[in-house]
T-cell receptor, first 117, second 115 residues
Framework: AQKVTQAQTEISVVEKEDVTLDCVYE???????LFWYKQPPSGELVFLIR??????QNEISGRYSWNFQKSTSSFNFTITASQVVDSAVYFC??????????????FGSGTRLSIRP | SAVISQKPSRDICQRGTSLTIQCQVD?????MFWYRQQPGQSLTLIAT?????????ESGFVIDKFPISRPNLTFSTLTVSNMSPEDSSIYLC????????????FGEGSRLTVL
């Protein structure tokens, strides 16, 4: 069975601190995609990144970086120099490669991140 | 990317009534997806709506409770029927970013509160 675990329910840090959101997944599939989505207070989900299971290179996009480690089945997300606008709920998700239907996407339970000024 | 608009953005409803949520996409898409997000919870897929055929419902969701329409390739509606307080949730419309990518684009959601 596939499963995505975000053990951190809520995180609160002071602005400008670095923060890491953890994501651990379970799958028996050899090929899959991993995702991170952001849900700000306005409600919509915003796609942040997709990572193919064959690509273990870490990725950096501005203040955001992602650390994918197949050995530990983790896909952690770090925000450097956090800002108040980063306050949101963040979801990690998993889908087996090749599925065209979103019914196969498994979402984690989300981590609520609060950045205090 | 796709721009998705949902109406209403929020509503307060009385128990026993029904409400229809509309979802408009700025491009033609084959599949549209309806998700429910109960308070403090993750997303749960309700159904997949294909144009020209009946929606495909996930386990635990039935057409009588959540009828869906898909009259064309850019529009869909979800009705929440005979509402109870347990139906208080955010309902999100979604489309795929590309074939087999798994990437999803979401509307801003419709936040329903049932009294």
């Amino acid at each position: 069975a596939q499963k995505v675990t975000q053990a951190q329910t809520e995180i609160s840090v002071v602005e400008k601190e670095d923060v890491t959101l953890d994501c651990v997944y379970e799958t028996r599939d050899t090929t899959y995609y991993l995702f991170w989505y952001k849900q700000p207070p306005s409600g919509e989900l915003v796609f942040l990144i997709r990572r193919n299971s064959f690509d273990e290179q870490n990725e950096i996009s501005g203040r955001y970086s992602w650390n994918f480690q197949k050995s530990t089945s983790s896909f952690n997300f770090t925000i450097t120099a956090s800002q108040v606008v980063d306050s949101a709920v963040y979801f990690c998700a998993l889908i087996q490669t090749g599925y065209s239907s979103a019914s196969k996407i498994i979402f984690g339970s989300g981590t609520r991140l609060s950045i205090r000024p | 990317s796709a721009v998705i608009s949902q109406k209403p953005s929020r509503d307060i409803c009385q128990r026993g009534t029904s409400l229809t949520i509309q979802c408009q996409v700025d491009s033609q898409v084959t599949m549209m997806f309806w998700y429910r997000q109960q308070p403090g919870q993750s997303l749960t897929l309700i159904a997949t709506a294909n144009q020209g055929s009946e929606a495909t419902y996930e386990s635990g969701f039935v057409i009588d409770k959540f009828p869906i329409s898909r009259p064309n390739l850019t529009f869909s509606t979800l009705t929440v029927s005979n509402m109870s307080p347990e139906d208080s949730s955010i309902y999100l419309c979604s489309v795929e970013g590309g074939l087999n990518t798994g990437e999803l684009f979401f509307g801003e959601g419709s936040r329903l509160t049932v009294l």
